[in-house]
């Protein structure tokens, strides 16, 4: 079974700076897609990046970019010029290409935006 | 156009009760998903429906859940004799279609239903 793996239950960044969110998987499959959601307190999950995997090129999405070694199974995200409106839960999710599964999410990490 | 829609916000029901959820989908978007979201268990994949038709039913928590989704569009998850476990945010997403690449596999979620069993 795939796995998502989180290891940092929380951060805390200084606005306008910074900052790196860790994300491990595992899986043996070739054919995947990984994703970054993001959760406020309004629950409203929203999609921030996604990564195909046959895709050797990180993904970018305007200040959000991410690391994406596939042989370490690492997808993190990182994300420049911090503002107030990323504090949130952060997921990393992942879904296999070729079946039936909904995604796997790791267990998240609270970001925090000190002004 | 509109995004993934879900009612009630929030529902309160005693133990012992029958309660349904329901998930409208982006317009469009033939794919559709259920997940739990609890303090305890993170976030679960419950089901998933392709069109009116879900393959594999194996992710439902128990007997007392069950699905369906009609005419393509709106999906009802239902909870019968609720339990004080079943306290959770249930989240409905949609995406365009399976087993294609690229965008159509990304899916989009729905604001949820927090359920809270007394």
């Known amino acids: 079974a795939q796995t998502v793996t989180q290891s940092q239950p929380e951060m805390s960044v200084q606005e306008a700076e910074t900052v790196t969110l860790s994300c491990t998987y595992d899986?043996?499959?070739?054919?995947?897609?990984l994703f970054w959601y993001k959760q406020p307190p309004s629950r409203q999950m929203i999609l921030v990046i996604r990564q195909e995997a046959y895709k050797q090129q990180n993904a970018t999405e305007n200040r959000f970019s991410v690391n994406f070694q596939k042989a370490a199974k690492s997808f993190s995200l990182k994300i420049s010029d911090s503002q107030l409106g990323d504090a949130a839960m952060y997921f990393c999710?992942?879904?296999w290409g070729g079946g039936a599964d909904g995604l796997t999410f790791g267990k998240g990490t609270h970001l925090i935006i000190q002004p | 156009g509109a995004g993934v829609s879900q009612s009630p916000s929030n529902k309160v029901t005693e133990k012992g009760k029958d309660v349904e959820l329901r998930c409208d989908p982006i317009s469009g978007h033939t794919a559709l998903y259920w997940y739990r979201q609890s303090l305890g268990q993170g976030l679960e994949f419950l089901i998933y429906f392709q069109g009116n038709s879900a393959p594999d039913k194996s992710g439902l928590p128990s007997d007392r859940f069950s699905a369906e989704r009609t005419g393509g569009s709106v999906s009802t998850l239902t909870i019968q004799r609720t339990q004080q476990e079943d306290s959770a945010v249930y989240l409905c997403?949609?995406?365009?279609?399976?087993?294609?690449?690229?965008?159509?596999?990304?899916?989009?979620f729905g604001p949820g239903t927090r359920l809270l069993v007394l």
């Open positions: 999710a992942y879904k």
């Open positions: 997403a949609s995406s365009l279609e399976r087993f294609l690449t690229g965008d159509q596999e990304t899916q989009y």
């Open positions: 899986t043996s499959e070739s054919d995947y897609y």
